[in-house]
């Protein structure tokens, strides 16, 4: 089946830090890739995807690097700031002829700090 | 456009009850999918909805059940509650696939 593995939470990190959130996919099929972002309070936003291998996608300042080779999908960004602290989920998607859901991971609680 | 509403946001329960959530996609979406949100299990597909079909159900008891109407409205419903039912209730709509899903802000069910 398929299944998502992010680093457990939660992460804390000072105003302009470097973030890293790792995610590794196992999937039947070829997946596309995504992180969504939680707000406090708020359903998910889709922060950035990506569909094929060495797709990147970026947004906000985030990037994520879709890696068939090691089947991971890290988000990154190079300088946080407190607007960031949120949930963070990494997910996958493999569209049959059927219908289309997204596999989630657990998520990632990242709160930044001044 | 307005994006994807949820009602209500807020539900208080008993266990034994039944309860029906209601989810009005963004317009010209005709898929709309359910998701249940835990401290525990993370976020679980429940089932997938389009042009009043239901397309793909997850694993979840017969007592989750849901419909899509022809205007792509659509509602979940669970019945005799339990206090593990007790969750963020989460809908998406979808223009096509593959584009990507819309979310609402979620219906917070609380059974006591």
């Known amino acids: 089946g398929n299944s998502v593995t992010q680093m457990e939470g939660p992460v804390t990190l000072s105003e302009e830090a470097f973030l890293t959130i790792n995610c590794t996919y196992t999937?039947?099929?070829?997946?596309?890739l995504f992180w969504y972002v939680q707000y406090p309070g708020e359903g998910l936003q889709l922060l950035l995807k990506a569909t094929k291998a060495d797709d990147k996608g970026s947004n906000k300042g985030f990037e994520a690097t879709y890696r068939k080779e090691t089947t991971s999908f890290h988000l990154e960004k190079g300088s946080v700031q407190v607007s960031d602290s949120a949930v963070y989920f990494c997910a996958l998607s493999v569209t049959g002829a059927g219908s289309y859901q997204l596999t989630f991971g657990k998520g990632t609680k990242l709160s930044v700090i001044p | 456009k307005a994006g994807v509403t949820q009602t209500p946001r807020y539900l208080i329960k008993t266990r034994g009850q039944q309860v029906t959530l209601s989810c009005s996609p963004i317009s010209g979406h005709r898929s709309v999918s359910w998701y249940q949100q835990t401290p525990g299990q993370g976020l679980q597909f429940l089932f997938e909805y389009f042009s009043e079909t239901q397309r793909n159900k997850g694993n979840f008891p017969g007592r989750f059940s849901g419909r899509q109407f022809s205007n792509s409205r659509s509602e979940m419903n669970v019945s005799t509650l339990e206090l593990g039912d007790s969750a963020l209730y989460l809908c998406?709509?979808?223009?096509?696939?593959?584009?990507?899903?819309?979310f609402g802000n979620g219906t917070r069910l609380t059974v006591t």
């Open positions: 999937a039947t099929g070829y997946p596309s």
């Open positions: 998406a709509s979808m223009a096509e696939r593959g584009s990507p899903l819309h």
